[in-house]
């Protein structure tokens, strides 16, 4: 089969029941892309080709065989390099942890490998999934397949970017500030942030308790509930996991949009940060999109970007301070100068400011929820201006700030970023979704038939 | 070395020197200043936009 490496995950457990592809095929294909492309996107930080084969090979005798281990049985799946691989370092693309071997899976990669994935290594990240992008990590940060001199987005980058290049079908990321979304919308893929405590932490390195998620990574919609399906549930060793086992994800992304209503908060990106000519016009057609497809699209209002983001960096950081403080006063000159910088703020907070922005992060969080009385869905900007040059740390730092994502690591709501355009300069362009409390479900079959109304979800990198 | 460590940080004020001093962070003041210069300014903007852009610094009315 000729572009394996560009199938979906649904459509490769479709080619292997009726023996159109084989595990050890797909393999094959994607190993050698990588060995042709990661050299210029930097995707990997440690590839595990042989376990990967053995683990290929086993899955193509069991299919043969007829029996099957689950969804994603010899489906591979690339793994940010903050979640633990049990044999392989979780080095965080830190030097503190570059000998720091995992000794057992994370909840996430155990639910992998029960549903029968096969991980294919570790991704690149920005270091302890804050710091980045830099040049003073021991990985060189991932590049973008749209353009390999800006930035693929981050902390996930390495997944956005090999996911984009086709270098793997599904990938994992962690999001406690947009870094599951931001790379999604700058390469060009959809990422979801699901609803906080649906998706296990456990086996992951922390930077927000209460910010964190694990969220999936892939090409389509279909594919992120393919993954969430595998990856959600109930871990009673993440005390902020939901005592629930919600599945399903996928059971209604053909339902389409007809009769729902969408609420689409302008205010984001027209007054409170004002974005990109090119990112609102693509954010109107998104609108025009959904009324086409039968929602009912009116404007809300939410809280300010700015009222996020203060709430969410003093949590942030307040939170992170005292994960990292021990390391922080030992061996500071072990961490890269951003990390240094962005993790040591939390100890200039008082538990005065913590505990306002919790009290803050409450109302704002029933803000939300009053809304999503009137609506079904959330219509929201994603990045507000396509990737800076990777190169260009003052345009880094500026477009740092340019985001719609921190709302919803605040209020816990589940969103996902899908591609909505391209612009002149030929790098993607995005929108966010937003639902309800644990409407994941609901989330990603509007994602699914805004990608099935356009034809964005076709379009591939030139370096692909 | 306290000298040592005000020297090199005398665009710190009291107030963030204290604070620095209290994390344990002056490993990290006397290796890497601009650095915590930068963390500190950074924290208070942080403070600053967050308590002035929530509804007026005012205590959120939740229980």
Redesign the interface.
């Given at each position: 089969m000729t572009d394996a490496h560009w199938l979906g995950a649904a459509e490769i457990a479709s080619a292997y029941v009726t023996r159109r592809l084989s595990p050890v095929e797909l393999l094959q294909s994607l190993l050698a892309r990588i060995a042709t492309l990661d050299p210029q996107i930097n995707a990997f930080t440690r590839l595990d080709a042989d376990f990967a084969m053995d683990a290929a090979r086993l899955a193509e005798r069991e299919i043969v065989a007829g029996r099957s281990r689950g969804k994603l049985h010899g489906i591979p799946v690339g793994i940010k390099d903050i979640i633990d691989v049990a044999g392989l370092p979780t080095t965080c693309n830190s030097k503190i942890m570059l000998d720091n071997i995992a000794k057992a899976d994370a909840h996430v990669v155990t639910r992998l490998r029960a549903a029968g994935a096969i991980i294919l290594g570790k991704l690149g990240t920005h270091e302890f999934a804050i710091g980045g992008p830099s040049f003073d990590l021991p990985f060189p940060p991932p590049r973008n397949p749209w353009n390999r001199d800006h930035h693929p987005g981050g902390s996930s980058s390495g997944s956005g970017a090999g996911l984009a290049a086709g270098l793997f079908p599904l990938a994992l990321g962690s999001d406690s500030g947009g870094s599951v979304r931001h790379p999604a919308s700058a390469c060009g893929i959809t990422g979801l942030k699901p609803t906080y405590g649906l998706v296990s932490r456990a086996g992951v390195s922390p930077l927000s308790f209460t910010l964190d998620h694990v969220g999936p990574m892939a090409r389509s919609a279909t594919d992120v509930a393919l993954l969430l399906d595998v990856i959600a549930g109930h871990d009673a060793h993440d005390r902020g996991s939901v005592a629930s086992n919600r599945h399903g994800f996928g059971n209604h992304l053909q339902l389409g949009m007809r009769g729902l209503r969408v609420g689409f908060v302008r205010h984001f990106h027209e007054t409170d940060c004002p974005a990109d000519a090119e990112v609102v016009a693509a954010l109107e057609q998104v609108a025009a999109v959904l009324t086409e497809e039968g929602a009912e699209v009116r404007n809300v209002i939410l809280?300010?970007l700015?009222?996020f983001?203060?709430?969410c960096?003093?949590i942030l950081?307040s939170e992170v301070w005292p994960i990292h403080?021990p390391w922080?006063?030992?061996q500071?000159?072990n961490y890269g100068?951003l990390s240094?910088?962005?993790?040591?703020?939390?100890?200039?907070?008082s538990a005065g400011?913590y505990v306002?922005?919790r009290?803050?992060r409450?109302?704002m969080i029933?803000d939300v929820d009053e809304v999503f009385r009137d609506v079904d869905i959330l219509l929201t900007a994603s990045a507000l201006a396509p990737a800076c040059r990777i190169d260009d740390p003052d345009m880094l730092a500026h477009t740092h700030r340019l985001q719609a994502w921190t709302p919803f690591n605040v209020t816990g709501h589940p969103a996902v970023a899908v591609m909505s355009g391209l612009s002149k300069a030929g790098l993607p362009l995005s929108a966010q979704l937003v639902g309800g409390a644990f409407q994941d479900s609901l989330v990603l079959r509007v994602a699914a038939a805004y990608e099935r109304s356009t034809d964005w979800r076709a379009r591939r990198p030139p370096v692909a | 070395m306290a000298d040592d460590r005000t020297k090199s940080t005398t665009r710190l004020d009291a107030h963030i020197l204290a604070l620095v001093v209290a994390a344990g962070l002056d490993k990290a003041l006397a290796e890497f200043p601009d650095d915590v210069l930068a963390a500190a300014s950074s924290a208070m903007q942080q403070r600053d936009s967050f308590l002035a852009a929530y509804r007026g610094a005012k205590p959120a009315s939740v229980a």
């Open positions: 809280p300010s700015a009222e983001a203060g709430v960096r003093v950081n403080a922080l006063r030992s500071p000159g100068q240094r910088q962005r993790l040591m703020a939390g100890a200039f907070l400011d306002q922005a009290r803050c409450r109302q029933a | -």
